[in-house]
């Protein structure tokens, strides 16, 4: 199995607690995604990696009745999630697709996109530079693709990550963790990888988000995203007994998590 094959089947299984375990995060960094990108009315917009549609669904209402979104993800479970909400919103100048962003533009033959978005994806994939550049040929002359990426934890969050850890060792490894492919640590190696794929004027801004969260909601926030990937290794027979370990090791009043996201944007 590659890379994109196993994140793309973790998040399908995550699918169903993705961003509705009560710890709200995923849902301002795509509405600030959205915001930095600026799709107006009648812009089309590609999201790739759209998940459930956090940003989607922003973009949709954005762009208006007169535009069209066009969301891409590798998990069922996302795109069933999303295509969901889309319904319920009526927004029917939105489209979701089961798909490789990577391969958009045999999906979506001739064409052409006013705005792509990626958010939290990149630093998922086996090759960002290409992702980047794939990216960026879907793009209209002068259009725009803006990332999002977590890039920075506060102690409080390595603290609370350092308890998990300590708490499931007996069941599990690495626990906490998320498995990403590439870290794209600094600013610099951004704007680089944005340049390198045929963009120009990128830009980086950083913007710390609170996320507050409860002992009691710690165990179903580590299974509803990529740092299930531990988790998953426990017996089913004894995931019972390891959240109890864990909530019993944990602070019951909780933690404020400052969570730093890097914004970069570039234009075609």
């Not at 549609?53 to 535009?67: E, I, K, Y």
């Not at 045929?198 to 995203?225: H, K, M, N, T, Y």
């Not at 089913?236 to 090791?249: H, I, P």
Request: proline share 6%; net charge negative.
């Amino acid at each position: 199995m590659n890379a994109k094959e196993y994140m793309a089947g973790l998040f399908d299984r995550a699918a169903g607690t993705y961003e509705r375990v009560g710890v709200s995060f995923f849902a301002p960094v795509a509405a600030e995604l959205v915001r930095r990108a600026a799709p107006g009315p009648g812009d089309h917009v590609l999201d790739a990696g759209c998940g459930t549609g956090a940003s989607l669904v922003p973009a949709a209402h954005a762009v208006g009745p007169t535009g069209r979104v066009v969301g891409l993800d590798l998990a069922p479970g996302m795109v069933a999630a999303a295509a969901a909400e889309v319904e319920r919103q009526g927004l029917h100048q939105a489209t979701v697709l089961l798909g490789d962003a990577e391969q958009a533009e045999e999906l979506l033959p001739g064409e052409r996109f006013d705005v792509v978005l990626a958010g939290m994806m990149l630093y998922f994939l086996p090759d960002p530079l290409a992702a980047v550049r794939s990216m960026a040929g879907l793009l209209k002359p002068g259009g725009r693709l803006a990332a999002s990426l977590l890039v920075r934890s506060s102690p409080a969050e390595a603290e609370l990550l350092a308890l998990v850890a300590r708490a499931l060792e007996p069941y599990t490894t690495d626990a906490g963790s998320a498995p990403f492919t590439h870290k794209l640590g600094g600013p610099e190696e951004m704007i680089e990888l944005f340049e390198a794929g045929g963009l120009r004027d990128a830009a980086c801004a950083d913007v710390v988000f609170e996320v507050p969260i409860q002992a009691g909601q710690v165990w179903d926030w580590l299974w509803s995203a990529a740092r299930r990937a531990a988790l998953e290794s426990i017996p089913q027979a004894r995931r019972a007994e390891a959240r109890a370990a864990l909530e019993a090791s944990l602070p019951q009043d909780g933690f404020l998590l400052e969570r730093t996201v890097r914004y970069t944007t570039g234009r075609l």
